[in-house]
Structure formats: C-alpha cells, structure tokens
C-alpha cells in the first residue's frame, strides 16, 4: 500500500499537504484540545530546582502504569508496592478520555472472542476480574451489551466502492486463508506458547513467505492485508515478520457465531478499569516520572519526580518491574543497557470528533476503515453501536511511519490544520461537503503516542530481556519486550514479570 506522507520533514511542507483542506479560521467554533505524553524533556529540565527527599523503602516498584503493569499490581495487590506512571491517568495506549457524561477511547478500542487454546494463566485472570466466562471452547465477554453486532462491524470504502470486509472475497483470498488454516492449531497468545516450529517464521518478512507459498499479491488482497496488519501492528506485509503476519489472523476465532467483536465506549480502558477497581489506589502513583534505576548495595534506588508536589523523591527498593517504555531505558538505567536493537515503534495519532445532539451525519458501521486513502488515515469508529445514549464520537486513527515520530510534536500547532484534514478524510468517506460535518462538532481531542506499539519486525519476537537481565531482582514486562502488541500478551508479561520475582 502506497502511503503519502502525512507528516512531512518539515512544518511547512505539513501545511502543504493539509492545505486542500480550505478550512477557514473562524469556521472552528468548537475547541480542539490535544494531549501528549511528549513531556519528558521538560518535566527533567524543570525538576532540576526541585527539592530533593529521601522515601521510605518498598518491597517492590513498578514502573509504568499501562496494562502490564497494572497487571503485575494486580497480582501483589495485598503485598508491599508502589507503581510509578508518568502520565496523569493510567492505560498506556488504552486510555481512554471523558467529556461531561461521555467517555471514548484514545487508544486500543477493541477485543475479540478468546479461543481455548490461549494461555490459561491470562483466560483465568480475566475470568477473576469478572471480564469473561469460559463456554464450550470459548471464553466469551459477560457484557454483552458492549458486543457490537455482525451487521454493523465494519464498512470498508475501496475505490469508491463500499463493502463489509476489508479482505475481499476472491480465488486468491480463498487461497490465502487456506494457506494459514493449519497454523490455527500451532499459534496462539501468548506467542511464546506458540510451536517452536513455527518461531522460525520471524526470521523472514511476511511478504517473502507469502511469494515462497505461491500467493499471487495482487493489488487488492495486499491493500486488504496492509490494512490489517498496520492496524494491529503499524505496519505491512513488506516489514512484519511472516510470524506476525500469519498470527494476525490464526490467533483470532474461526469465523462464525463464536467469534465477537467487543467494543466498550472507553475501547480497552474498560480492562484498565477492571484491574484499578481491585488495586489499592494508595499504591498507584501517577504524575511519577522516574529519571534513575540504579543498583546500590544490594537494592535499587529509584529516583522519581513528582510532578504534582514538585519534588524529587528518592525510592529504595528490594525489586523493580519495568513495564515502562523499553526506548527510555538508556536515559534512566544506570549499567548494562539490554539489547534494544530490533524495536522498532509505531506512532499513532487518534483524533475524537465529538458530534452535537442531534446531528445528522449517516450511520455507516462501528468500524469505518478507507482502503482508498494513500495517507496514514486509517479510518474511523463510530460511537452509536457502543452507547444507547445519545451523544456521538467518531474516532479517527493516524498510524506513521516510525521516522515521523518526531514530527508529533508539532502536531499541537497545527491542531486546527489536522481537525480540518480528518473532516475531510470522514467527509470523503460518506461524501458530504466537509462543512456538513465541521458545522456539527462540539469538541475535538486530539491523543498523540510517539511510541504506541512494537512493530514486529523479524528477529523481533521472541528475544525476552529478561532471559539475559544484568539483575535478577530488576524483570521486565510490556509488548515492547519480543511481543506481539495484543492485550492478552501485555496482561502475559505483567504475570511472567511477578513469576520471575518469586512471587506466588
């Protein structure tokens, strides 16, 4: 898939891309408000006149307050811990926003039915949250309200043309999903449970793999798998492992009555939420930015900024669980930095159009995905299936290249030019005029993550810091550790991180 680049090397060269838009200025009588966790920088440089103490002493720290490290609390939540996140809410990349009554997803925005064969530590936990039940040979969501149904899953928009799947049903497609049919039963999630013959498979690219199995690529089956697979994992057939690829689709259900789609208006927040409820929230610290992990007679010490009392606190610690960005680790760990070389993140921009009551914009489906689009736009989801209130979100998702990471940053600038480029992205997909739309906006949220998910190259999966951790008390947990960025894998390596540990 060709992908015009939505940010270009330079502001200007950005305006230029977004200057179809011909939005004018004073149209926007609404606010656009844009959050980043791109603070780091900042919040170090001002600590430095902060006034320094020294805390107390902890049994156990974990640092990042994203899915797999609120696992690991789950797990000690009646021991001695402390959890240390640097934004003000927890989620990582499945936070979610709220606006009066409202609440939507700025980030991982969906689950699927689990199949059985999935790893039975990560099934029971989300049975003890009270998330799932186990029927037949399917471990299906409680909430069934939160299902979207079959009927309106998806629109797929292709050269005009709109259809309800975005792998189109050819001799070719046929023959591709006949090709991954027996991997069915040899991968699964946690990855690592996977058959050992099948790891050999993130050594070549899927793209490679597909041409050695005779797969004719033409034009339409490659958009339709791209699509999926920078969906999932920020990028496509030519940069994904061939593990990753055939994963992608052998570790979902067979399709059929059994295989759901749920999607809760928060997206993933609402797993969040399940774990939070059961944590005592005095052990969980957000507005905590650690600058230091560093071992000192025979403990770590752990230094924290505390960004809401403007201090610089001092932690010791018997053992640390770093669930936090693995990219942030050379700036913080003091000694042996582990082998980072083959992680490789995806930046994603999400953009929520908060519609007024009553608006008239078309219904198309939840998941309104442009195969058309030559930009990063991947497409939208549409709020009406998931609440029976009456407000509207339509959330659109950016993914970029992961060189334009850096380019987020101006994004804050040019919120109004971005507003006016997503307006026409969703226009175009329901071909309204774009003032049809902008003239019923109430608010827009703009959530940027530089670093939203490990893109699975080859040689990725598969290589655990841990297996060759300078520390034996100090364990690593996160997708961004040789996994796939599923749900299922973080919540697997926030229980291995605590196994490691010793714990029960």
Same mark, same amino acid.
């Given at each position: ?94 936070? @979610? ?8 997803? /700025? ?48 629109? @797929? ?12 049903? =050819?001799?070719? =497609?046929? !023959? ?6 027996p991997f069915y039963s040899k991968i699964t999630l946690p990855s690592r449970l996977s058959a050992e013959e099948t790891k050999v498979l993130n050594k070549i690219d899927f793209k490679t793999w597909l041409l050695e199995q005779g ?37 979902? &259900? ?25 944590? &005592? ?43 936090? /960005? !693995? ?8 000694? !042996? ?18 519609? !007024?009551?009553?608006? =008239?914009? &078309? ?142």
């Amino acid at each position: 898939m060709k992908r015009r680049h939505f940010l270009q090397l330079s502001s200007t060269a950005l305006l230029g891309v977004l200057a179809g838009c011909n939005t004018k200025e004073e149209d926007y009588l609404f606010e656009i408000e844009v959050r980043s966790d791109d603070k780091v920088g900042h919040l170090v440089y001002q600590s430095k006149s902060f006034p320094k103490e020294t805390a107390g002493k902890t049994k156990t720290i974990i640092i990042g307050g994203g899915v797999a490290g609120l696992t690991s609390a789950y797990r000690l939540r009646e021991k001695d811990f402390l959890l240390f996140e640097l934004s003000d809410r927890f989620g990582g990349s499945s936070s @979610s926003e709220t606006h009066g009554s409202t609440v939507f997803a /700025q980030g991982a925005h969906y689950d699927m039915t689990y199949p059985e064969k999935f790893g039975g530590n990560v099934m029971q936990l989300l049975e003890e949250l009270d998330i799932t039940e186990k029927n037949g040979a399917f471990y299906q969501f409680k909430e069934k309200e939160y299902i979207i149904p079959e009927s309106f899953l998806t629109t @797929s928009k292709y050269k005009g043309e709109y259809y309800n799947e975005v792998l189109f049903s =050819t001799d070719e =497609t046929k !023959k591709f999903y006949d090709l991954i049919q027996p991997f069915y039963s040899k991968i699964t999630l946690p990855s690592r449970l996977s058959a050992e013959e099948t790891k050999v498979l993130n050594k070549i690219d899927f793209k490679t793999w597909l041409l050695e199995q005779g797969i004719n690529l033409t034009e339409q089956l490659v958009t339709g798998l791209n699509y999926h697979l920078i969906d999932d994992f920020g990028a496509g057939i030519e940069k994904v492992s061939a593990f990753a690829g055939i994963a992608y689709y052998a570790v979902r &259900p067979e399709f059929g009555e059994c295989c759901a789609t749920f999607s809760p208006p928060e997206g993933n927040y609402y797993f969040i939420n399940k774990f939070l409820k059961h944590i &005592p929230s005095e052990k969980l610290k957000e507005n905590h930015l650690v600058t230091s992990i560093e071992k000192k007679e025979g403990q770590f010490e752990i230094t924290v900024v505390d960004v809401a009392e403007k201090k610089i606190k001092v932690h010791h610690a018997e053992e640390v669980i770093y669930a936090g /960005q !693995k990219h942030s680790l050379k700036y913080i760990l003091k000694g !042996k930095q582990p082998a980072l070389s083959n992680l490789e993140q995806a930046p994603w921009m999400v953009v929520n159009i908060l519609l !007024k009551e009553g608006n =008239t914009i &078309p219904f198309g489906a939840w998941q309104n995905e442009d195969l058309s689009n030559e930009s990063e736009f991947m497409g939208f989801v549409d709020s009406t299936t998931q609440t029976s209130k009456g407000d509207r979100v339509l959330t659109a998702y950016y993914c970029f290249a992961s060189s334009d990471k850096h380019q987020l940053t101006k994004v804050p600038e040019l919120r109004k030019e971005i507003v006016a480029q997503t307006c026409q992205n969703i226009s175009s997909f329901f071909n309204l005029k774009d003032e049809e739309l902008i003239s019923q906006i109430e608010k827009v949220y703009i959530n940027l993550m530089g670093h939203a998910m490990p893109i699975p190259i080859p040689d990725y999966l598969f290589n655990d810091l841990n297996d060759n951790r300078e520390h034996e008390k100090l364990v690593y947990a996160g997708v961004d550790n040789g996994r796939l960025p599923f749900l299922t894998e973080a919540i697997d390596s926030g229980l291995k991180a605590v196994e490691l540990l010793g714990h029960k």
